[in-house]
T-cell receptor, first 116, second 109 residues
Framework: GAVVSQHPSWVICKSGTSVKIECRSL??????MFWYRQFPKQSLMLMATSNEGSKATYEQGVEKDKFLINHASLTLSTLTVTSAHPEDSSFYICSARPGGENSPLHFGNGTRLTVT | GQNIDQPTEMTATEGAIVQINCTYQ??????LFWYQQHAGEAPTFLSY??LDGLEEKGRFSSFLSRSKGYSYLLLKELQMKDSASYLCAVLDSNYQLIWGAGTKLIIKP
């Protein structure tokens, strides 16, 4: 089955530093990847749609200068949380569709970010 | 606006059957997904319905009624490992996924 790999699984960083999260599609090409954020006991919130070779599309209320997305190849998208603050602590999950627009999303294992 | 409703929490007994309901109001419809999410983990795909009726997959079945804007996930022969959150998500006319808040299912021995 389609596999999406996300790294790191967890990271602890100090306030003011930046953190990069990688998302790879291991056995399929993904022109589009989706970055989600999930706070405890809440549902998934789409942050942005990453597009290979072009700019990401950000959801309303998500700061594009704070959450930098790069989709340089058909199998890799990265999310960089810049100048992290404690309120950025959350569970970040990437996903991609190996098939068409109505095919299921496959998720990476998520990254637990804790900013101290 | 677009909205998906599902119960916040349900409790069931090991070996029993439980039905998790999902109702939706969206701009168009291109299918409904059910995902399972264990605590601290990413969601995993369970089922996809785009036509009315029941789709059975082992112990899990999913039903859809487009005219009623309604779906349910049926879990049979419950096992302790089925304790998780179950997320309902609808693909709207723009192929955007609209997510429900999830139903936390607690299985008791």
């Amino acid at each position: 089955g389609a596999v999406v790999s996300q790294h790191p699984s967890w990271v602890i960083c100090k306030s003011g530093t930046s953190v990069k999260i990688e998302c790879r599609s291991l056995d399929f090409q993904a022109t589009t990847m989706f970055w989600y954020r999930q706070f405890p006991k809440q549902s998934l919130m789409l942050m942005a749609t990453s597009n290979e070779g072009s700019k990401a599309t950000y959801e309303q209320g998500v700061e594009k200068d704070k959450f930098l997305i790069n989709h340089a190849s058909l199998t890799l998208s990265t999310l960089t949380v810049t100048s992290a603050h404690p309120e950025d602590s959350s569970f970040y999950i990437c996903s991609a569709r190996p098939g068409g627009e109505n095919s299921p999303l496959h998720f990476g294992n998520g990254t637990r970010l804790t900013v101290t | 606006g677009q909205n998906i409703d599902q119960p916040t929490e349900m409790t069931a007994t090991e070996g029993a059957i439980v039905q998790i309901n999902c109702t939706y109001q969206t701009s168009g419809f291109n299918g409904l997904f059910w995902y399972q999410q264990h605590a601290g983990e990413a969601p995993t795909f369970l089922s996809y319905n785009v036509l009315d009726g029941l789709e059975e997959k082992g112990r899990f079945s999913s039903f859809l009624s487009r005219s009623k804007g309604y779906s349910y996930l049926l879990l049979k022969e419950l096992q302790m490992k089925d304790s998780a959150s179950y997320l309902c998500a609808v693909l709207d006319s723009n192929y955007q996924l609209i997510w429900g808040a999830g139903t936390k299912l607690i299985i008791k021995p």
